[in-house]
């Protein structure tokens, strides 16, 4: 964690935070609360294959994160911030990070739905990511790496991504380091190749 990462949130609450260390996060999710649990200890596909799930749990997804840090500042329906709720399963432990709304319709490139979480990112000084552009003047901040299990993509699917009529990508190499704050709920594009872009926000950056 660097100094500027560490203005995202309160250090002591380890379970709130993502570190992109290279490896694989899961979620699993109760089908009938739809709130999703985050393990943010770096995991194998054969772990989350083979994780031993309590009733009333599904897997939800296993993929990459983009960002360098993220930070979750409070589970949903909590009413301030603080440590995120916990279970442990399996001999892991998980965070309610997130609750997914209804999907919207006409969507056909991706999959668009508002998901209720309190959640921070941090992208380094110097790397390269791709912003998101709704054409509206809207920018959405990369999530997750294409080739992750998540929001109905597939590692099979790398290289499909067809973006909805009137948006663009572009490249971003950053000057500074870029904290954001996502809105609530955050609006997130799940594309078929496992990557998925959440916002909506006004980035100023050069491109």
């Avoid at 309160?10 to 570190?19: C, F, G, L, Q, S």
């Avoid at 991706?110 to 000084?125: C, D, E, G, N, T």
């Amino acid at each position: 964690m660097t100094a500027s990462s560490d203005a995202l949130g309160e250090v002591a609450y380890t379970d709130n935070w993502t570190h992109n260390r290279g490896g694989l996060l899961m979620e699993i999710m109760e089908p009938e609360t739809k709130r999703v649990w985050l393990c943010q200890e770096p995991v194998t596909r054969d772990r989350y294959k083979a994780l031993e799930l309590p009733d009333g749990f599904v897997r939800s997804g296993i993929g990459g994160a983009v960002a360098d840090v993220a930070y979750f500042r409070r589970s949903p329906g909590a009413k301030v911030d603080g440590p995120l709720a916990t279970i442990d399963v399996d001999g892991l432990r998980f965070a309610y990070v997130a609750r997914p709304g209804r999907p919207e319709p006409d969507h056909d490139e991706a999959m668009v739905l508002p998901i209720y979480k309190y959640h921070s990112m941090f992208f380094a000084a110097g790397r390269t990511i791709e912003i998101l552009n709704d054409g509206d003047g809207w920018d959405y901040i990369p999530q997750t790496r294409p080739g992750s299990d998540i929001g109905g993509g597939t590692a099979e699917d790398v290289d499909t991504r067809v973006l909805p009529e009137g948006w663009a990508l572009r490249s971003v190499t950053l000057a500074a380091d870029l904290v954001v704050e996502v809105p609530y709920p955050a609006r997130v594009l799940f594309f078929p190749d496992g990557a998925s872009w959440q916002g909506p926000l006004k980035l100023d950056m050069a491109q």
